[in-house]
């Protein structure tokens, strides 16, 4: 329990440093297992930093469940934000409602209306992000920093689980008896839009699971580019 406590002071002190620096911060809330660990962290210590998730219209029933268990169980508020409706008809229009199993392009189409787009909303007015990535997470956030200049959203970002171990999530949840999404014990590591995750087999990458039907090099959906300056 103490390399714990080590770990949840660091992140203690990025949060209330970034907050301190950049406020309005706002975090991003997937409702994923490093998501429910930044949202008791910041419940539990009274970090000023909103809360919003992005309903893509495509979630598992069990992601909608936790997100009516965090409005009930938190002070800190959970906003919610949708995609442009007429956005979502026109695609769906011209690909069908499954289109984005046809190539990479129609697929990142397919994120960028149901997550980018409301995620720029949601962020308007704001200085800085929070996000609960990890380094161990993807090949494609092994170079990523605690703290980068987004260039795409012209403001601080911020990734304060980034060295954290999956045991070390775990560790958290369990101690402090954190809701989580019921899919991860399902063997869902990683959980988004209901047809883009499946479950994985012991042994599999833990983003295996995401996109299964693309290569490792484009599993991202846009929310999280590279264009950032490496700052810490």
């Not at 907050?19 to 994923?32: E, K, Q």
């Not at 997100?67 to 002070?75: A, F, I, L, S």
């Not at 962020?123 to 795409?152: C, F, H, P």
Request: aromatic content about 10%.
């Amino acid at each position: 329990m103490s390399n714990l406590q080590h770990r949840v002071d660091q992140v203690v002190a990025v949060l209330t440093e970034i907050v301190r620096d950049y406020a309005p911060v706002a975090f991003a809330n997937s409702l994923g297992a490093e998501d429910m660990v930044l949202t008791d962290i910041i419940d539990r210590h009274h970090i000023e930093i909103e809360m919003f998730s992005l309903d893509t219209g495509r979630l598992p029933q069990e992601t909608y469940d936790l997100m009516q268990t965090v409005q009930e169980r938190y002070k800190t508020k959970l906003r919610i934000y949708f995609p442009n409706v007429k956005q979502v008809e026109a695609y769906v229009a011209e690909h069908g409602v499954n289109g984005f199993y046809q190539s990479v392009d129609l697929r990142k189409n397919c994120c960028y209306i149901r997550k980018v787009e409301p995620l720029r909303r949601a962020l308007q007015g704001k200085r800085a992000w929070v996000t609960g990535i990890r380094r161990e997470q993807a090949s494609t956030r092994a170079n990523l920093k605690v703290s980068t200049y987004d260039m795409d959203n012209r403001m601080q970002k911020v990734n304060p689980l980034l060295e954290w171990t999956n045991a070390e999530v775990w560790e958290y949840l369990k101690h402090y008896e954190v809701p989580y999404n019921k899919l991860h014990d399902k063997f869902y590591p990683s959980i988004g839009c209901a047809p883009c995750t499946r479950a994985i087999t012991p042994g599999e990458d833990i983003r295996s699971g995401r996109w299964w039907w693309e290569t490792p090099e484009t599993k991202e959906c846009g929310l999280h580019a590279d264009k950032v300056i490496q700052s810490k």
